[in-house]
């Protein structure tokens, strides 16, 4: 190749000089990644960026149509912010020309990330983004988890069923996508459960803030039997505590948001017994998915929460829909239609947070996972919801 290259030089030299990596590097597959790296969540984003670095490590290379490609993998930090994930997916597409890309995790980043990846028609998997504006009418936008109008009635129901709850209340982050639409999910099916007004105290907040005492008042009056909070595990600690300290004595329930970043290390002892959905279990987990945890702690000497473990099977899914295209035409803009379409063909992927069917709208068809919060503070698996 070395020969070639030197053969050729005289005759093509304004070509060299303009592009002389497209003539003789080695060919690279590149994804990239746009991560909560800063901001109020930064443990989601290290989650995400950690499972890449193993599966990397793992794969550095894939084989597409008989030809191998070296895979590098580019980070871009959106800090939590619109606006910045925003500029990540915009740089990763026009910039960087990666073929595909991962993240954003959060909704409040994935929603608008995912319209600039639809718009430059360019394959985009969110990891963790529940909410379904995400993938709303986008055919090049997927995710690796369940939406919240599934999760909000999968929680009404648990209350009800093994809580015991006929009055509910709700503590959530009016400023933020995702817990402002799955507290909405969660009252529409509670109150088809127990009838209107059985959601006795809804109330919300504004990111940042850190009292809750006001709203803990009407709580408690309330009469509620549970209390549901779908927040960050960042906010649990501060919520779960102000709860305490304003009287309540009763269960609270969360969200799959709980499972993402350092939860106990930030409540201990405040939060166990409690109960959240998530995505996957790692108490007791088999198989697949134990090999995963196992390898994951050696890494990084922790367990792996449901970001890393979701990001681990957006980047497998990405994968295989970049083998099974058949080959790469070295066109960008055609090459992320074929990862597209091979993507929306994807059945039964075997991940280790379930097995993944993709429907025409982008969103596999997976079940729910409920967990509780044992003595030794581990999320033991408690029970499995499908659709």
């Given at each position: 190749?070395?020969?070639?290259?030197?053969?050729?030089?005289?005759?093509?030299?304004?070509?060299?000089?303009?592009?002389?990596?497209?003539?003789?590097?080695?060919?690279?597959?590149?994804?990239?990644?746009?991560?909560?790296?800063?901001?109020?969540?930064?443990?989601?984003?290290?989650?995400?960026?950690?499972?890449?670095?193993?599966?990397?490590?793992?794969?550095?290379?894939?084989?597409?149509?008989?030809?191998?490609?070296?895979?590098?993998?580019?980070?871009?930090?959106?800090?939590?912010?619109?606006?910045?994930?925003?500029?990540?997916?915009?740089?990763?597409?026009?910039?960087?020309?990666?073929?595909?890309?991962?993240?954003?995790?959060?909704?409040?980043?994935?929603?608008?990330?995912?319209?600039?990846?639809?718009?430059?028609?360019?394959?985009?998997?969110?990891?963790?983004?529940?909410?379904?504006?995400?993938?709303?009418?986008?055919?090049?936008?997927?995710?690796?988890?369940?939406?919240?109008?599934?999760?909000?009635?999968?929680?009404?129901?648990?209350?009800?069923?093994?809580?015991?709850?006929?009055?509910?209340?709700?503590?959530?982050?009016?400023?933020?996508?995702?817990?402002?639409?799955?507290?909405?999910?969660?009252?529409?099916?509670?109150?088809?459960?127990?009838?209107?007004?059985?959601?006795?105290?809804?109330?919300?907040?504004?990111?940042?803030?850190?009292?809750?005492?006001?709203?803990?008042?009407?709580?408690?009056?309330?009469?509620?039997?549970?209390?549901?909070?779908?927040?960050?595990?960042?906010?649990?600690?501060?919520?779960?505590?102000?709860?305490?300290?304003?009287?309540?004595t009763k269960p609270i329930l969360g969200s799959d948001s709980w499972g993402g970043g350092d939860l106990m290390s930030l409540c201990g002892d405040d939060c166990k017994g409690y109960y959240f959905s998530t995505h996957y279990a790692a108490a007791g987990a088999?198989?697949?998915?134990?090999?995963?945890?196992?390898?994951?702690?050696?890494?990084?000497?922790?367990?792996?929460?449901?970001?890393?473990?979701?990001?681990?099977?957006?980047?497998?899914?990405?994968?295989k829909a970049i083998q099974n295209t058949g080959g790469l035409a070295a066109d960008i803009k055609a090459d992320r239609t074929k990862v597209k379409d091979a993507l929306a063909a994807?059945?039964?992927?075997?991940?280790?947070?379930?097995?993944?069917?993709?429907?025409?709208?982008?969103?596999?068809?997976?079940?729910?996972?409920?967990?509780?919060?044992?003595?030794?503070?581990?999320?033991?698996?408690?029970?499995?919801?499908?659709?």
């Amino acid at each position: 190749m070395k020969r070639l290259c030197a053969a050729l030089f005289p005759l093509v030299v304004l070509a060299l000089v303009f592009a002389p990596a497209a003539w003789c590097a080695k060919d690279v597959i590149k994804i990239g990644f746009n991560l909560e790296l800063t901001g109020d969540n930064p443990d989601v984003g290290a989650s995400s960026k950690n499972a890449a670095e193993m599966y990397l490590k793992k794969s550095p290379t894939v084989q597409v149509g008989g030809k191998s490609y070296a895979l590098k993998f580019v980070y871009e930090d959106n800090e939590y912010k619109a606006e910045s994930a925003v500029k990540a997916s915009t740089k990763l597409i026009t910039e960087e020309e990666v073929l595909g890309i991962i993240g954003p995790q959060s909704s409040s980043q994935a929603v608008p990330a995912g319209e600039v990846a639809n718009n430059y028609a360019t394959p985009m998997i969110s990891p963790w983004s529940t909410n379904p504006n995400t993938t709303l009418n986008r055919p090049y936008v997927f995710r690796g988890c369940f939406l919240d109008p599934f999760q909000g009635p999968v929680l009404a129901n648990f209350a009800t069923d093994e809580l015991g709850a006929k009055k509910a209340a709700v503590l959530y982050d009016i400023a933020a996508d995702y817990p402002k639409g799955l507290a909405e999910f969660f009252k529409e099916a509670f109150e088809k459960i127990h009838g209107p007004k059985s959601v006795t105290a809804f109330e919300s907040f504004t990111t940042g803030d850190k009292d809750f005492s006001a709203q803990m008042a009407n709580i408690v009056k309330s009469g509620a039997d549970v209390l549901f909070t779908p927040q960050y595990y960042s906010e649990v600690p501060l919520i779960v505590r102000s709860a305490k300290e304003n009287g309540w004595t009763k269960p609270i329930l969360g969200s799959d948001s709980w499972g993402g970043g350092d939860l106990m290390s930030l409540c201990g002892d405040d939060c166990k017994g409690y109960y959240f959905s998530t995505h996957y279990a790692a108490a007791g987990a088999q198989g697949a998915t134990k090999a995963f945890i196992d390898e994951y702690k050696v890494a990084y000497g922790k367990t792996p929460d449901d970001v890393a473990a979701l990001t681990w099977d957006s980047l497998g899914l990405m994968i295989k829909a970049i083998q099974n295209t058949g080959g790469l035409a070295a066109d960008i803009k055609a090459d992320r239609t074929k990862v597209k379409d091979a993507l929306a063909a994807i059945k039964n992927y075997p991940g280790i947070t379930g097995a993944m069917t993709f429907t025409p709208e982008g969103d596999p068809k997976k079940c729910a996972v409920v967990v509780k919060i044992n003595e030794k503070g581990e999320f033991a698996f408690h029970k499995s919801v499908c659709p």
